[in-house]
């Protein structure tokens, strides 16, 4: 009996893949903070040890660069040579 996928009883309610309002809100404000406060980030990573400052920049990478997804990779074997296909 239920609802197909994509479908529902509030007709007034938000769309389909709208992002939250209070989500793009919390990313305005923290790019604003790290707009702000950039010289004393640089300044604060500096004073790291090299191990440390490698381990702050890719936390913050999270934030910033999309993360990758790994993908199946087939292996077809032809006359002793691998032949190895990306689909992406």
Do not use: H, W, Y
């Not at 309002?21 to 980030?41: C, Y």
């Not at 990758?68 to 292996?75: R, V, Y």
């Amino acid at each position: 009996m239920g609802l197909k996928k994509g479908q529902c009883n509030n007709l007034s309610g938000r769309k389909i893949g709208s992002k939250n309002r209070n989500t793009n809100e919390m990313k305005t404000a923290f790019q604003n903070l790290l707009d702000t406060n950039i010289s004393q980030m640089e300044s604060d990573l500096k004073k790291l040890t090299p191990k440390d400052r490698i381990n702050v920049l890719l936390k913050l990478a999270d934030f910033i660069l999309p993360k990758i997804q790994s993908t199946p990779a087939e292996n077809l074997e032809t006359d002793n040579e691998i032949i190895i296909r990306i689909v992406e």
